[in-house]
């Protein structure tokens, strides 16, 4: 009788991983979606609780010791953290749940190799691919998270012929993994550990050679990987809404990796390999004296001020001065005085898609404002001023004209086409991808160097004065 | 390879259900407009954290007195409890921004 009532609770908790999902696919049921599948969520959890496995301790006191730890943390890291790290905690939460999945595949090692516990052939290659994968999906993502967070780049992790070394570890991976199994359980745990460790290395090193630019690509492809452990996880236990929910991420992430490629035009392999940063030279440009023309706030607040249509187009750099607020002040400045202000989203400007969206609707930017890559090349030539706020590579010319540029083909802001463009960067530098950007040679270009907060506060303060 | 055949069988019903949900999975998410990647991601991420069920499996099932089982165990619930309850609270805090605009 109570099994049956919990198994339906599974069957509802499933079907609102499902419904929930679909709802969060579109902007008006959104965060609808999102709630029911923590609904979902917690009917599991209850459920797993009150099943009645005959003769279990149970040991309560440690579940609900940990659940209380683990969701106090949860809740207030999640409530703290600023809206422009929230690529950096999405990242770090995806490790944990792989790290989880580890920790489950250890402990069953654990119990098969002191004879504890039996596990079928078929059960023990489902807790190697668990380990495998929550290891690659925790890792992967800790360090993701470091490059997002600046505080490591890609050269000091990357070694020379990296995607040697990371098919090398690969290799040994699978092939350890095979060898276990292989063996069965007379090899002893410390061979798992020793699998676990070079999972673990493996994980980091897989990340490391891939771009800063290109880490919510990847957080969305380790996302799909923790999905993957916790299906995996599942089969051990025979857990069907482990499974359901697991698999449900690991396609969904799939697929809204691949998305998130095709939005810059390359493909995932592509993306792994490393395509952007090290050693990549442009075919022209670089080596010439040019001078990038500055111009004054006052200058360019009165070009503002007698503007009839402007756009801005925010990048990381808005996010990073936290200057959304700012620029939202300015665009009510400048609509009171009749000017037309909307805001061109790249699909991967900052640092994954819609974190633009998101940090502007923060500072109650209306939602018909933003406008996507090809409204906005389509009205970018008819436009008298491109703001470009902390964005660099999404703008950059060379994606269309440079065959020798490691952007070129990725669809980009055509912003040179508009009458003039203004640049707000800290300083010459080039973007994340690590690429020199003609545009701020142009003729109609000018820069405003400093922090982006800095200089639309400027720039506020000067359109006032007009 | 016998060992695995017969794992397979053993599961059937549990792998018709991974490849419905691998093509359900696929299908939910085919049409999404970029915004809302970001919190679609957060949220998938927060549904993995559904590997915290194993967790909680693993330490009703274990001897009270097996402390090495029911640290490990406590451990990936902490971890799998803080990707659930962070990845639906840092979720619900993107769509808060998305409503107010209206």
């Keep these: ?466 | 390879m016998e060992n695995i055949l017969h794992f397979l069988d053993e599961q059937l019903i549990m792998i018709y259900l991974l490849l419905f949900t691998i093509i359900l999975g696929f299908e939910i998410i085919a049409k999404v407009p970029t915004i809302l990647h970001t919190p679609l991601m957060s949220g998938a991420n927060a549904i993995s954290g559904v590997v915290i069920i194993g967790a909680i499996i693993l330490i009703r099932q274990a001897a009270p007195d097996d402390y090495v089982t029911l640290s490990i165990g406590t451990l990936g619930v902490i971890l799998g409890m803080i990707n659930v309850v962070g990845g639906f609270a840092v979720t619900d805090r993107m769509m808060e921004m998305f409503k107010k605009k209206k």
């Design chain 1, 1 to 466: 009788m109570l099994s049956t009532i919990i198994n339906l609770s599974y069957l509802v908790g499933a079907l609102a991983f499902v419904i929930g999902l679909r709802r969060l696919s579109s902007p008006d049921t959104a965060r609808r979606g999102n709630i029911l599948a923590a609904i979902g969520m917690s009917i599991a959890i209850i459920a797993t609780l009150f099943y009645p496995f005959s003769g279990a301790p149970n040991n309560y006191a440690w579940i609900i010791g940990g659940a209380i730890i683990g969701g106090i943390i949860g809740f207030v890291a999640a409530k703290r953290v600023q809206m422009t790290a929230m690529p950096q905690m999405v990242s770090i939460f995806n490790g944990l749940g792989g790290a989880c999945a580890v920790a489950l595949a250890i402990v069953e090692l654990l119990h098969y190799y002191n004879g504890t516990a039996d596990l079928s052939g078929g059960q023990f290659a489902v807790v190697l691919l668990t380990l495998f994968i929550g290891a690659v999906a925790f890792t992967g993502s800790i360090l993701a998270y470091l490059k997002l967070d600046g505080k490591v780049w890609d050269s000091q992790v990357t070694l020379p012929g990296h995607t040697y070394v990371n098919i090398f570890l690969l290799l040994v991976t699978v092939g350890m993994c095979v060898y276990l199994f292989m063996q069965g359980p007379a090899l002893g745990f410390g061979w798992a550990i020793a699998l676990t460790v070079i999972a673990l290395i493996y994980g980091f090193s897989f990340v490391a050679p891939i771009g800063g630019a290109d880490m919510p690509v990847v957080i969305s492809l380790l996302n799909s990987f923790t999905g993957l452990s916790a299906a995996a996880a599942g089969l051990i236990y025979g857990n069907q809404i482990m499974l359901v929910g697991g698999i449900l991420v690991g396609a969904s992430g799939t697929i809204l990796t691949v998305l998130m490629c095709q939005a810059m035009n390359r493909s995932l392999f592509n993306v792994i390999i490393g395509g952007f940063g090290g050693g990549a030279k442009s075919s022209k440009g670089q080596d010439g004296d040019q001078v990038a023309k500055e111009v004054t706030v006052s200058d360019a607040g009165i070009q503002l001020f007698y503007s009839k249509s402007v756009i801005v187009v925010p990048g990381y750099g808005l996010a990073v001065a936290q200057a959304q607020k700012v620029c939202k002040e300015m665009d009510d400045l400048l609509e009171a005085n009749g000017v037309d202000v909307k805001y061109a989203i790249h699909p991967v400007a900052g640092r994954m898609p819609g974190h633009m969206n998101v940090l502007l609707a923060e500072a109650d930017v209306p939602y018909p404002k933003l406008i996507d890559l090809d409204d906005a090349n389509a009205a970018l030539p008819d436009t008298d001023i491109v703001i470009i706020v902390g964005a660099n590579d999404v703008v950059n010319p060379a994606a269309i004209d440079d065959p020798g540029s490691p952007i070129y083909g990725m669809p980009v802001l055509e912003v040179w086409k508009a009458k003039n463009t203004i640049v707000l960067k800290r300083s010459m530098s080039p973007g994340y991808a690590g690429i020199q950007n003609p545009l701020f040679f142009n003729d109609n270009n000018r820069m405003l160097f400093g922090d982006a907060k800095d200089s639309l506060q400027k720039l506020v303060k000067a359109i006032k004065e007009n």
